[in-house]
């Protein structure tokens, strides 16, 4: 993949991943211990996994790194990091990274990606769920333990984001249309049941699940508390709640089978939208 002076292409050398090492430390500000160590990265890629860079001349400017993924019952890899160096950022990398990881799944019959991210980071959330397509069904509380760097001693609650590499959402999203463009198409994430699609500025006015109320409706907006760990680790106390609260209430969602499909802006903040699947 090529455009400018920008080319996306594999590692290649034990230096590139050093330097792949160094950006992920720059984009997180993670302490040397939560780096990714080279030798890791190299193995998993030699194993059946991908790691993929965004050079500018000779210069690295964000990577993708994947290892495969074995219980999930069909081919699937999972995107263990994504980072694109501070000074590189809003430029579109990532999104060119996820798409030739897309590429290089198609063409070895690999039809699903997963990976994990914070679901508090509103960026984050958007790029996977709305630039992306993927969907949320799992909620994994303090997946790495305590990782330090930006998150202090915040617990590292994570929403797992499965990617269906040939979903007709996932499609429209690799050319370049976002669920705004779509407005007024029957097809949902899940499907094509026009009777469950609302207009995305209706999807702000869905029902709202809060402690103790879950509506009986197959959509439901989840609200959460965007910000970045350094907002959280202000108060330690009431960023731990906040986490415990989303975590509880996540946890029985995706429980009684519905995904995190999009994430939108209400008058009250941030919500995902739910949306229930059908078997
Ligand atoms: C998250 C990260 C990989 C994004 O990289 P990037 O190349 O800057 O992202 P892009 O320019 O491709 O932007 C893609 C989308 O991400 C979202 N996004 C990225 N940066 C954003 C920002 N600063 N504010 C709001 N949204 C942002 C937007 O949805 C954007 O789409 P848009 O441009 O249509 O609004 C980068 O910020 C990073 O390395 N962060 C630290 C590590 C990390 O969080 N990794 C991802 C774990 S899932």
């Not at 760097?149 to 976002?178: M, Q």
């Not at 197959?218 to 731990?240: I, K, Q, S």
Request: net charge positive; charged share 25%; hydrophobic share 40%.
């Amino acid at each position: 993949m090529r455009s400018g002076r920008l080319r996306i292409r594999e590692l290649k050398s034990p230096e590139e991943f050093a330097e792949a090492s160094q950006a992920a430390k720059a984009a997180w500000g993670f302490p040397d211990l939560m780096v990714p160590p080279p030798p890791d990265m190299i193995t998993a890629t030699h194993s059946g996994g991908m790691t993929a860079g965004a050079f500018e001349g000779e210069r690295l400017l964000g990577f993708v790194h994947a290892v495969p993924r074995t219980n999930l019952g069909q081919p699937a890899i999972h995107s263990h990091l994504l980072a694109v160096r501070p000074d590189a950022q809003r430029r579109g990398l990532s999104v060119l990274l996820k798409l030739f990881q897309r590429d290089w799944c198609l063409a070895r019959g690999i039809g699903l990606v997963t990976w994990t991210y914070d679901p508090f980071m509103l960026r984050n959330a958007r790029l996977n769920l709305v630039r992306l397509a993927a969907v949320v069904p799992v909620f994994l509380p303090n997946f790495y333990g305590k990782v330090g760097g930006i998150y202090g001693e915040l617990p590292s609650d994570r929403f797992e984001a499965h990617w269906r590499l040939n979903s007709p959402p996932v499609e429209r999203a690799a050319r370049g249309e976002t669920a705004a463009e779509t407005k007024g198409t029957a097809a949902t994430k899940n499907g094509t049941d026009p009777e469950s699609e609302s207009a995305p500025g209706k999807e702000a006015e869905l029902p709202v699940v809060r402690s103790g109320r879950f509506p009986a409706s197959d959509r439901v907006l989840l609200p959460f508390p965007a910000g970045f760990p350094e907002v959280f680790r202000g108060d330690l106390a009431e960023g731990v709640a906040a986490r415990r609260r989303f975590g509880r209430l996540a946890t029985v969602l995706f429980a009684r089978g519905y995904e995190a499909v999009s994430v939108v802006m209400t008058a009250a903040g941030p919500a995902y939208v739910l949306e229930r699947r059908r078997a």
